[in-house]
DNA sequence: CTAACTAAACCTA
DNA sequence: TAGGTTTAGTTAG
């Protein structure tokens, strides 16, 4: 598992990669301390579950790119984001769901029941929401552009406030 | 139209 | 079994 920090525009970011794919991707954080305190209890929910990391085939990744296209999506600009991920630390029913969410294109958005109806569970549309929770690859998986059916904000764990900031940055609002 | 409340639904720890 | 990034329906103001 590989880590690094690296700065924003908005603060001081976590990323973390395995020979499959992103693993952790975090908010910025004020200052470069805060984000290893968060990098460091992130991981601890990880360490139990990175049994099954083992023997994963590599792809080559490196964090360049994506560092560059963070910084560039805070500095406003519109970036894919597109980039694998490792997906072994999560639930079957959370895979589904983030991979779909995943598929979520730059300035659009879906409601937590439209995510349910599209992985083939209509009615699970707060276990959705619970799914998406368990996300910690932010941004690459834009959790962010799932609301309320109401059109209203919806939840989320770091703060509705940041999935604001981050609709408003990607264009959604006004 | 907004606010408040309710029942139903599903996954995870 | 409790509770969460929900939803649809009902009722009151």
Known sequence: MEKVIFETVAGYTALCWSGSGLVLLNLPEPDRFSAEEKLRTALE????????????????FTPGRLIDEVRAYFGGEKVSLAYPVDWSFYTEF??????????IPWGSVLTYGQVASDIGNASASRAVGGAAGSNRVLLVVPCHRVIAANGKIGGFGAGVGWKERLLKNEGYYR
Do not use: D, N, T, W
Not at 45 to 52: N, T
Not at 94 to 103: G, S
């Open 45 to 60: 929910g990880l360490a139990a579950k990175s049994a099954e990391e083992a023997g994963s085939a590599g792809h080559g």
């Open 94 to 103: 959370q895979k589904k769901v983030l991979k779909r969410v995943h598929a």
